[in-house]
């Protein structure tokens, strides 16, 4: 664990609008997703609150707002901080996140975007979707309890959905005597803890919320610690986009066309960069052509990069369609038949292998042939253990066949791609968010009671209407998902073989 030591700060920092200092935000990474959880009443809500009032530019009719409640911090004379971040009605009753909140709030060097997760364990899954966006975390801990059972969690999910910088906020510090000895107990056990994990910073602060000691001021309780305070930790730390792997990908969402000559390959750049001039392919068909024009919605660009919605036009017309991953030809993503994943399941309804599941990746939708539960992640001691199911809020360690090949990455070379959703067949719902650990081109052989929805019995039957067109060969395709999608509803395993190539690599339909 890297433990930073800054200069102590000697005030609160100075709030800019964003506008007036752009090229700064830039060269820091521009905007900042930041997650906060930890287990209930443990102050997220309150800590949130109290950056909005001390670090950003609260429009003076929201301080009034709180003022005005009489609501009042446990113990204090000071407003309830919380008031600005608890926005269902059944929160306030119940006095708990339950829903994630978003909030923005900008100082002199960063634009933050706050997403504030439920710390019951009840609402694990509203965590796991929040932490999903997050680039850095903080973790909260009760100084009077330190680390729990479901600070372990969350710090598992955190792994889980790539997280890479995580801040554990030893919060209530007031509530222990300002205790140098108490945090240095709990930053202990969270190094211990992060050594299980692939985290590349994790700085432990000791806080309070509701006196905003270390939260944008550094504590004048606390003159053993030396060193940033939240705010100035949190302004050093890069953005995802600004660490962006190198790898070219786009995942294809849609394909345009201007009824002339233009046929644009339209998706969001989730890693790497491409310009005009490079070559790209189709990760599963390894078709391909030179790029000749990035077109956006505010005009041709030379080049694009992650977190930029384009549109790619090539020299020659390739068969792809929504579901394809475009890359360079030399570092394709693997046509992947079987995955090892671990995932969190999200489902009130325990994992079921009669039950069907499509598996879901940036813009394809998959049918499974099959979930082998290996193993499940204790909380207690970290280890592995062997299990054959899982169950609400378990994170597990499985191999999942396909009923055919999707572009998949290893997460940890190529997140954006490497991210995994398990969806309910019937319902759509999903029920698991994980990241692939291995991926495989070699199918498995289908295991007895298996059943393989081959081409001819699909292009002689409810296909037989269908060209070998590009947008004939994206409905082939539909129409196979949802015959996969009723036998697995039925408990029938299911496989599809996928529809012939074109001849030529041409799109016959334009």
Known sequence: MTVHTLPKAKSAPRVTPLEVVPNLVRELGGIVHLLTCGSVDDGKSTLIGRMLWDASDLYEDQRESVRRSGRKAAGTDLPDFSMLLDGLVAEREQGITIDIAW???????????????????????????????????????????????????????????????????????????????????????????????????????????????????????????????????????????????????????????????????????????????????????????????????????????????????????????????????????????????????????????????????????????????KALLDLETMASNPARGCAANDIAIAKISLGRAAAIDVFSETPETGTLLLVDSVSGATVAGGIATAVNAKAEAPLEGHFVLKRDMLANGINRDLSMSSRDREEFMRRANEVAIILRSAGVPVAIEPPPPIDDGMDPGL
């Open 103 to 373: 909030k923005y709030f900008d100082t002199d060097t960063r634009r933050f975007v706050i997403i504030d997760s439920p710390g019951h364990e009840q609402y694990t899954r509203n965590m796991a979707s929040g932490a999903s966006h997050a680039d850095v975390a903080i973790v909260l801990v009760d100084a009077r309890s330190g680390v729990k059972k479901q600070t372990k969690r969350h710090a598992a999910i955190l792994d889980l959905v790539g997280v890479k910088h995580v801040v554990l906020a030893v919060n209530k510090m007031d509530l222990v005597g300002w205790s140098q000895d108490v945090f240095r107990k709990i930053e202990a056990d969270f190094r211990t803890l992060c050594w299980k994990f692939n985290f590349w910073d994790a700085t432990a602060i000791p806080l309070s919320a509701v006196f905003g000691d270390n939260v944008s001021t550094a504590s004048k309780n606390m003159n053993w610690y030396t060193g940033s305070t939240l705010i100035q930790h949190l302004e050093k730390v890069p953005s995802r986009t600004s660490e962006a792997g190198s790898v070219f990908r786009l995942p294809v969402q849609t394909v345009l066309r201007d009824g002339q000559d233009f046929r644009g390959l339209a998706g969001t750049v989730t890693s790497g960069s491409v310009k005009i001039g490079d070559l790209v392919a189709d990760a599963l068909s390894g078709a391909g052509g030179k790029v000749v024009r990035i077109a956006t919605m505010s005009g041709d660009l030379e080049s694009a990069s992650a977190g930029q919605a384009i549109a790619l036009q090539l020299d020659v017309d390739i068969d792809v369609s929504r579901g394809a991953v475009l890359s360079s030809p030399e570092m394709r993503p693997v046509a992947a038949q079987t995955i090892e994943a671990r995932f969190v399941w999200l489902s009130e309804d325990a994992f079921s292998p009669a039950a069907g599941y499509l598996l879901r990746t940036s813009t394809d939708l998959i049918p499974v042939s099959n979930i082998e539960i």
